[in-house]
């Protein structure tokens, strides 16, 4: 199945004289459907004049030239998540259910629904780059593709992450989808269009990138995907707007914890403490949360298992009093430990056959393995 020509074009032409994430024209278009919209703005002396130059038939033709297609809804491809966009409101001034989506690539949007987002800042550290990189091969191997807006830092590393292990990366852009920005990443944005990811954008073809621009395509990284993990963000990143999409959409919504005194790492310290996101640390965390119940489970973490871990409680008292230097009757280990000579004798030859005390002419003292 696929959406009406007439209804394609309505998109197509619409799109091209208005900006992204324009929830007064969204909603219209939600509404009353894109034709009517269309026909109403082209018969208003207003705003007529505005698609005197729009072919939307040769936009399209365009388009293929350049290797995009235009997804709308009605499409087998439209990636059902961004209908949830319709009752999301608006975050400063964006808002709505796309017109359409510009893509380039052989990735489909309607394989995204299990898909992870990695989003954060662009001046990221080492630290932050690894952990990106990490999560994204490990949920890009659970084949679960990986979703960011190829930006420096953390969108770089996380679509180099899943890249690494051969899984599918999608770029999200502020930009038209066959346009590079930033121009430093022209390989990486290359790299995803041709080798089973996709270049997406809401932003007509050659749209330039722009800083609203930039806001109106955080809503759609969030509404693509089954979660968000933010790894690096200060208290003003545009990686929080993306996070208070994901949680007005209801998606999961993730954090690293960084250290408690760098400001890169403040805005992702503040989610987690307002409970808005789960705290992770590794891409095995990741898919646990994003896994249904039952799924990728993870045993609880604890330190390595030592000898005095198996000692009743009894026994643990009983080493505890025998002396480490020099020996020790075992009347005298009864006196320190409140117990009688005869049981402490009984739990010290225990305690010797585990290699945990050992007898010399001097008495009872701690063998080398209650050291551990």
């Known amino acids: 199945m696929s959406a009406p020509d007439a209804d394609r074009l309505a998109r197509v032409a619409l799109a091209r004289v208005t900006e992204p994430g324009k929830p007064t024209m969204l909603d219209l278009v939600a509404d009353l459907g ?3 919209v269309l026909a109403s703005l082209r018969e208003d002396p207003r705003t007529r004049h505005r698609f005197d130059d729009v072919d939307p038939e040769r936009e399209l033709e365009l388009a293929t030239r350049r290797s995009l297609r235009f997804v709308v809804p009605g499409d087998e491809e439209w990636p059902v998540g961004l209908d949830d966009l319709a009752a999301a409101g608006t975050v400063a001034p964006h808002g709505g259910v796309p017109l359409g989506l510009w893509v380039r690539g052989p990735a489909r949007l309607d394989g995204l629904g299990g898909s992870l987002a990695i989003v ?158 789960t705290l992770v640390t590794h891409g095995d ?42 020996g020790a009757t075992s009347a005298s280990v009864a006196r320190v430990v409140g117990l009688g000579t005869d049981a402490v004798h009984a739990t010290l030859l225990e305690l010797e056959l585990r290699g945990m005390v050992e007898v010399a002419d001097d008495g009872w003292r701690l063998a080398a393995l209650a050291h551990d």
């Open 34 to 36: 894109a034709e009517t």
């Open 285 to 326: 965390e990741v898919l646990e949360v994003l896994g249904a119940a039952g799924e990728h489970l993870l045993e609880r973490p604890r330190g390595r298992d030592r000898p005095r871990d198996a000692l009743t409680d009894r026994q643990r008292l009983v080493l505890d009093g025998v002396p480490l230097a020099r």
């Open 120 to 277: 954060g800042s662009r001046s990221a550290t080492t630290y932050g780059d690894d952990v990106a990189r990490e999560v994204a091969a490990t949920v890009g191997q659970a084949g679960r593709p990986i979703v960011s807006g190829a930006a420096y830092g953390i969108d770089q590393a996380a679509h180099r992450g899943a890249i690494a292990v051969d899984a599918p990366t999608i770029a999200v852009l502020a930009c038209g989808a066959d346009r590079v920005y930033p121009l430093a990443h022209r390989e990486l944005i290359e790299h995803i269009a041709v080798a089973g990811g996709a270049v997406v954008s809401e932003t007509f073809p050659d749209g330039a990138p722009m800083r609203i621009r930039f806001l109106a395509r955080n809503r759609l990284i969030s509404a693509l995907t089954a979660g968000t993990l933010v790894v690096e963000a200060a208290l003003r990143s545009g990686a929080l707007n993306t996070a208070n999409w994901a949680a007005r959409l209801n998606r999961t919504l993730m954090g690293v914890p960084g250290p408690v005194t760098s400001a890169s790492s403040a805005g992702v310290h503040q989610l987690v403490r307002s409970g808005a996101a």
